[in-house]
T-cell receptor, first 116, second 114 residues
Framework: ETGVTQTPRHLVMGMTNKKSLKCEQHLGHNAMYWYKQSAKKPLELMFVYNFKEQTENNSVPSRFSPECPNSSHLFLHLHTLQPEDSALYLC???????????????FGEGSRLTVL | GDSVTQMEGPVTLSEEAFLTINCTYTATGYPSLFWYVQYPGEGLQLLLKATKADDKGSNKGFEATYRKETTSFHLEKGSVQVSDSAVYFCALEVGGTSYGKLTFGQGTILTVHP
């Protein structure tokens, strides 16, 4: 596989469930990102990891818990979500946040989350 | 804070028509500017970029010029094709100590009919 792969592509969960989104990149990058895409709103940066270390948490509620075990994998653990958290969650990667000045992020296709 | 404003969509055009999608920004410092495109069922991908004033980014027949005086980065294409149907996102990045933190506009849906 090449590029950035996200699973699952679609997820429906109740407010009391616990689920996880997975992202894997095969590009040899060192930085990974979670973005949230809601209807009629701009993409919102949630988290940034650089060389497995979290470098950005954009005031995201604690019901979203990211995990980056290595530079190729990124998870978003979900628990006690609200219906307004329903959105498309996009994972992206880039070389790294300190030296990569191209601004080019490589995105996955996203995980469509519906919270009932 | 930093922000990007795109023209409201959706935009519907006939094949071979001229396309303009407006984008204006507010930022501290001197941002780099980008257009990303999202084809149906796919992730976003970089279309073009410009890193300083008066730079012109171009790719696949699309162009955009970094206008500092008007804080704009409008996307243009002289003759669109059905395959250009997608969602287009304008974005900026204020580098400094951390790259990769993009601020996006809300996206503009483009539909091109044969």
């Amino acid at each position: 596989e090449t590029g950035v792969t996200q699973t699952p592509r679609h997820l429906v969960m109740g407010m009391t469930n616990k689920k996880s989104l997975k992202c894997e990149q095969h590009l040899g990058h060192n930085a990974m990102y979670w973005y949230k895409q809601s209807a009629k709103k701009p993409l919102e940066l949630m988290f940034v990891y650089n060389f497995k270390e979290q470098t950005e948490n954009n005031s995201v509620p604690s019901r979203f818990s990211p995990e980056c075990p290595n530079s190729s994998h990124l998870f978003l653990h979900l628990h006690t979500l609200q219906p307004e958290d329903s959105a498309l969650y996009l994972c992206a990667s880039s070389q790294d946040v300190w030296r990569d000045k191209t601004g080019e992020l490589f995105f996955g296709e996203g995980s469509r989350l519906t919270v009932l | 804070g930093d922000s990007v404003t795109q023209m409201e969509g959706p935009v519907t055009l006939s094949e071979e028509a001229f396309l303009t999608i407006n984008c204006t920004y507010t930022a501290t410092g001197y941002p780099s500017l980008f257009w990303y495109v999202q084809y149906p069922g796919e992730g976003l991908q970089l279309l073009l970029k410009a890193t300083k004033a008066d730079d012109k980014g171009s790719n696949k027949g699309f162009e955009a010029t970094y206008r500092k005086e008007t804080t704009s980065f409008h996307l243009e294409k002289g003759s669109v094709q059905v395959s250009d149907s997608a969602v287009y996102f304008c974005a900026l990045e204020v580098g400094g100590t951390s790259y990769g933190k993009l601020t996006f506009g809300q996206g503009t849906i483009l539909t091109v009919h044969p």
